[in-house]
């Protein structure tokens, strides 16, 4: 039985943004598939002078153009959603997508996979009406500590991290929970070597190979075994799951320990990893 299909709204200014980044790979087979629904939503339609006029400029003076709060309201309240002081967000939720908001990570995209109704508000522009952040909005979200024209990129890019999180949206249920930032546990699970008679490529590899445990991925290769004169680790052709395993951990380790060494503190770690981290930190 098919699960029940989140919806996704976005108000925009600009429509016409998103005739592309939802029609391809995961994320237009689940659209095409019923797991996933998107309705754009075209700001300019509920404004209510003929120039559909949806900014005005800031009080206070200062630069650029402000969105309006009263079409934001409408566009909204036009969707049937529940005002924000009697709104149960476990089943819908208002996000403002805005420069100013709270940072999007993978934890926040596995909140909002449970919700069943999201609407995006794309900001654009100087920015937004701070009634609508306190008055419609539940969440304020950015995706990152950089500025971008508008809400539309944030917006494509949290439909497409929370629909992967869906039930069928991905051919491998197990691909989100061994990824970046997935918060699965890390404590392993003992795997044999290749039994004798069988070579490396007779069996898949067990799931268990690595978790993330909140960590980076670690790094993937593929055919073929040399290029250019850079060969795959022999120890991802051994046949030997345990030592892959560790080989992964330890290289998902390094990874998150040289680019994004921020994750160690709320990573699930062992104390095998404690003492790779350290023997890393030391140049050992």
């Not at 598939?33 to 005005?56: A, P, Y």
Request: hydrophobic share 35%; with cysteine; charged share 30%.
């Amino acid at each position: 039985m098919t699960a029940k299909a989140i919806q996704f709204d976005i108000v925009t200014v600009f429509p016409q943004f998103f005739e592309g980044p939802f029609g391809f790979g995961v994320l237009g087979r689940a659209i095409d598939e019923g797991r996933v629904r998107v309705s754009i939503h075209n700001l300019r339609n509920f404004t209510t002078d003929r120039h559909k006029t949806v900014d005005d400029r800031p009080f206070g003076g200062g630069e650029g153009m402000v969105l309006k709060p009263e079409p934001m309201f409408r566009a909204v309240e036009s969707l049937g959603i529940t005002a924000k002081d009697a709104r149960d967000t476990t089943r819908e939720r208002v996000v403002l997508l805005s420069a100013q908001g709270k940072p999007f990570t993978q934890a926040i995209a596995r909140e909002l996979a449970q919700v069943e109704r999201i609407v995006f508000l794309c900001g654009r522009y100087e920015g937004v009406d701070e009634r609508v952040n306190d008055l419609l909005a539940d969440t304020e979200l950015s995706i990152g500590d950089y500025v971008i024209s508008g809400g539309e990129l944030a917006a494509a890019v949290i439909v497409d991290a929370v629909s992967r999180l869906l039930p069928g949206v991905l051919g491998n249920e197990d691909s989100a929970r061994y990824e970046s930032f997935a918060a699965e546990s890390s404590a392993p699970v003992r795997v044999s070597t290749t039994p004798e008679g069988e070579t490396p490529g007779d069996r898949p590899p067990p799931r268990s190979t690595c978790d993330s445990g909140g960590l980076l991925d670690y790094p993937h290769y593929t055919r073929p075994p040399e290029f250019r004169g850079a060969e795959v680790p022999a120890v991802l052709s051994s046949g030997n799951h345990e030592d892959i395993r560790r080989w992964r951990r330890r290289q998902s380790l390094a990874k998150t320990l040289q680019n994004r060494p921020d994750l160690l503190a709320d990573a699930s770690l062992t104390e095998e990893d404690r003492a790779v981290l350290e023997e890393m930190r030391h140049g050992k």
